[in-house]
């Protein structure tokens, strides 16, 4: 009885997710990077690394970093406590045509709820800035404040990062939210499904054709206790999102 009533909200989470994993969007703009950020952390002190690769084709609509190639990104970062992370993001992209640019920085504060890779319930919030070129972003300047609702129940795990991005000096905000869904199907191996979102400027209020979803299936495998690999393949749900996209996330702990 007990174990049933502690699974409802959990079945409920699970419906919510299949509901905006199925509604049928419409898309828009592009993404710089898929990534949905849940309440791990590194140990205090110790750095780590993750390496992210993406590569496709954009869709018909929309601005944002380079689709039509391979978008690879350095994400440097190291815990200060055990609820803080900073990293530093450093992507490079190299379109099909053969150019390859550089695309700034972002700069990321993660402040998580200690433990929460152990608590049913987790939360935390990321505080980014980024400095870009205008291939990569709609103002050259931005802040994004990206919430983390981290819930886990047995094998299941849920992530939401309802993120807004500011862009300085130029528009409004935006919202862009993402969820993840992942169930532990092996000790080492994890299968999930990924939304990422992108409902335009919150002023305007967007309409459907304006916006870009895009769905993935992902795999997440721990090597070992410093290597782990994620994978995932994505299609967009809409024209204005990327075709068809490849995804590959590789993280060292030091």
Do not use: C
Request: aromatic share 10%; hydrophobic share 45%; net charge neutral.
């Amino acid at each position: 009885m007990g174990g049933d009533r502690a699974g409802r909200p959990m079945k409920r989470l699970a419906l919510a997710l299949a509901a905006l994993l199925l509604a049928s969007p419409a898309g828009a703009a592009g993404f710089d990077e898929f990534q949905v950020y849940d309440g791990r952390i590194a140990e205090p002190g110790v750095p780590d690394i993750n390496i992210h690769f993406n590569a496709g084709r954009r869709g018909r609509l929309g601005d944002g970093a380079p689709r039509n190639g391979l978008l690879a990104t350095a994400e440097l970062g190291f815990a200060t406590a055990p609820w803080h992370e900073v990293a530093l993001l450093l992507p490079v992209a190299r379109e099909f045509s053969g150019d390859t640019y550089g695309g700034g920085f972002k700069l990321r504060n993660s402040f998580i709820s200690p433990g929460a890779d152990t608590r049913p319930f987790a939360y935390g919030m990321d505080i980014e800035i980024g400095h870009q070129s205008v291939r990569f972003a709609e103002s050259n300047l931005a802040l994004t404040l990206r919430p983390i609702i981290d819930m886990r129940s047995g094998p299941w795990q849920l992530i939401l990062n309802p993120s807004v991005v500011f862009p300085l000096g130029q528009g409004g905000p935006v919202f862009v939210p993402s969820v993840r869904g992942v169930r532990q199907v092996a000790p080492i191996v994890w299968l999930g499904l990924e939304h990422y979102m992108d409902f335009g400027r919150i002023s305007r209020g967007e309409g459907l054709p304006q916006q870009a979803h895009q769905l993935f299936f992902t795999t997440d495998i721990k090597i070992s206790n410093r290597f782990a690999v994620h994978l995932g393949i994505g299609h967009g749900l809409t024209h204005a999102s990327d075709r068809w996209l490849g995804k590959m996330i590789l993280s060292v702990d030091f």
